[in-house]
């Protein structure tokens, strides 16, 4: 293409993106059923241990290394119609298919797919001309990331695959028939001498995982932009997506001014993605515009590292399969020791993770800008992608002006006593037979009646929950006012979710004592339409039952800062059965336990399914009178959900 050649939309540039971009949204989605189906269905439900577990983890990985094998026993034609169209036509049964072990088994065969399309599909875009190579990779890769936080911000981040219904159906049907149909339209080479690349050449694209992995752990991260940023889910969504816009924006500056992919640029890009990520959780505005220039720098980098797809000095796909194999172990690896760090000590902290993950990002870019030097790069100044990327961002404007300039008023509830007040381990949605359902969790919340409720266990985004920010999707499905609170990760904590005025709130983190999992209290003071309000302290203690030293430190805490204030209750998921030493220091303060005041039976609450231990707890200063105690049946969650209702004490 002549450098003043200047295309402004091309539907042939949109169709050939397409393909790359479409199997990249289908991947993603697949990977989000594959992680939670191992942490929540077969570690949590079923009960393998670590080892085990890894196992599962890393095998589809593996697989992904035999691409090249693939490719070579069944040609190019086949190759790419066996995975992009088998991740399809996979996808769509997962959708479908609503049973924990199906979905399991579903996962892991569309993980394999989508690891063997990666280097299959860089090995077909070499092969149709090198000049097209780098816009097509680049792109594709890009859009499908944004085209994928777009269907999933429009749905509340929570994923299609645990939406039921006919019109999440349609949409996947959509997709998988748009990649059959242009798998049909593609064009294959007619050699069979598959261009391929030297060690050199593939080394950049080791940069593949981890820009996965630090996209979905925080760029890509809805629910930590809001968190973060301190934003509205919605206003978090826009930001996400004008990120995404201008890392098309960074694609489209380096592939129209290749001169300037210098090693000095490159080395910026580097130390500034490692600052990015070493301090992306760090509360503030300054974090906004962190993402929004990551993004920029992330696009100006693959436009580079894309642009290394040209040479073609060595036939067969051997090496970029191994490199592109290799990087995608370093992704499962990075994200394995991140969350795995939560039930076992290890001397990495996770918070170098995400650094970990761009320094070596940052290296690959340094790395391929002194490749290119030697290349010469054509000025390629078509915008058809950022045309793609601004339609899509307009999608977040619009979800944002309806629910930021039109939010949904909700009718006027005026507080009033009793009360009725509910503690539950929502276990991340997950319910007990390992299936995301966060619908069938509304539904128990609201058959309660509950006016002001205590979860925990609440996530905004893990990769390991499907990356679902469940604080925005309660607050909007149950009409309610939501408060949370991050005690491992900004992502993971309490929430108190309300249908009263919140006059004031606020949070605390309780000592570790040697245990991995950080914990904390959220507490709030709400208008029950009394003299004073109702200070509200949510909490959840260690979960180890045997580690009581560890909740002894941990229960003063909290009762420091009750302090003895009147018109109280302490509630949440304390780990803890009547008789143990934490539990008698709260009684010894002068709390009542509601259900032995107004409980019938042992109260039972976990595991949902034949509970037979005792460790959701309400107290109530003796001010407050509980005139009933329930626990509702449900495995919408491991825990049962307790219920008090509580007036004033006269």
Do not use: C
Request: charged residues 15%.
């Amino acid at each position: 293409m002549n450098s003043r050649d200047r295309v402004l939309f091309s539907p042939v540039m949109l169709r050939t993106l397409a393909l790359p971009a479409l199997t990249v949204v289908l991947g993603l989605q697949i990977f989000r059923v594959f992680f939670p189906s191992l942490a929540w269905y077969l570690k949590d439900t079923v009960g393998v241990g670590t080892i085990t577990l890894a196992g599962y983890a890393f095998v589809p990985f593996l697989v992904g290394l035999l691409a090249a094998i693939l490719h070579r026993l069944s040609g190019p034609r086949l190759a790419l119609w066996l995975t992009a169209g088998g991740l399809a036509l996979v996808r769509l049964v997962e959708q479908v298919v609503t049973h924990p072990a199906v979905d399991l088994w579903l996962s892991i065969a569309g993980s394999i797919l989508f690891l063997l399309f990666l280097p299959i599909i860089i090995g077909q875009i070499r092969a149709l001309g090198k000049d097209a190579a780098a816009p097509r990779w680049g792109y594709g890769l890009v859009l499908g990331i944004a085209f994928d936080s777009a269907i999933r911000g429009v749905a509340g981040t929570l994923d299609l695959s645990w939406i039921p219904g006919f019109f999440p159906l349609i949409v996947v049907a959509a997709m998988a028939g748009l990649v059959l149909w242009l798998l049909w339209l593609e064009p294959f080479p007619t050699s069979e001498a598959i261009p391929g690349a030297s060690w050199r050449e593939a080394l950049p694209m080791l940069a593949l995982g981890p820009y996965l992995l630090i996209q979905a752990l925080i760029f890509q991260n809805q629910g930590w932009i809001s968190e973060i940023g301190g934003l509205s889910s919605s206003s978090a969504f826009l930001v996400l997506m004008l990120g995404n816009l201008l890392s098309v924006a960074g694609l489209a500056w380096g592939f129209a001014r290749p001169r300037i992919f210098n090693p000095l640029l490159a080395l910026v890009v580097a130390i500034y993605l490692g600052f990015a990520t070493a301090t992306a959780d760090q509360p503030g505005t300054t974090f906004l515009i962190t993402v929004l220039v990551s993004q920029l720098l992330m696009g100006w980098g693959w436009a580079l590292l894309a642009s290394t797809l040209a040479p073609a000095s060595r036939p067969g796909m051997g090496r970029t399969t191994v490199v592109i194999g290799l990087s995608m172990i370093l992704f499962l690896l990075l994200a394995f020791i991140y969350y795995i760090s939560l039930d076992i000590a290890i001397p990495i902290p996770r918070t170098a993770i995400p650094p970990a993950g761009a320094v070596i990002l940052g290296v690959a870019i340094l790395y391929a800008s002194t490749r290119v030097r030697r290349l010469s790069l054509p000025s390629l100044r078509d915008t058809t992608a950022l045309i793609a990327a601004i339609a899509l961002t307009s999608i977040s404007l619009l979800y944002w002006i309806a629910t930021e300039a039109f939010p949904r008023v909700e009718g006027e509830i005026t507080p009033s006593l009793p009360v009725r007040v509910m503690t539950y381990n929502i276990h991340s949605a997950f319910a007990s037979d390992g299936r995301q359902d966060p619908e069938a969790i509304a539904r128990v919340i609201e058959a309660s009646g509950a006016d002001i409720i205590s979860l925990q266990e609440v996530s905004r985004g893990w990769l390991i929950d499907g990356s679902t920010d469940l604080t925005t999707w309660f607050a909007r499905r149950l009409g309610m006012q939501v408060l949370f609170k991050g005690t491992t990760d900004p992502m993971w904590g309490n929430a108190i979710l309300t249908r009263y005025p919140v006059l004031e709130h606020g949070s605390g983190s309780l000592p570790l004592a040697g245990s991995l999992i950080a914990r904390g209290y959220l507490w709030a003071k709400i208008d029950v339409g009394d003299r004073e309000p109702l200070l509200v302290i949510a909490t959840h203690l260690h979960h180890v039952e045997a580690e009581n030293y560890v909740r002894l430190e941990q229960v003063p805490v909290v009762l420091t800062f009750w302090d003895q204030a009147p018109y109280s209750l302490i509630m949440g998921d304390m780990n803890s059965e009547p008789g143990y030493p934490e539990m008698d220091l709260i009684a010894q303060s002068g709390l009542v336990d509601s259900w032995v005041e107004a409980g019938v039976g042992k109260g039972l609450s976990w595991p949902a399914i034949d509970p037979f231990e005792r460790i959701d707890w309400i107290w109530h200063t003796p001010d407050l009178t509980a005139l009933e105690a329930e626990i509702i049946q449900s495995t919408a969650s491991d825990h049962l959900p307790l219920v008090v209702t509580l007036d004033a004490a006269h």
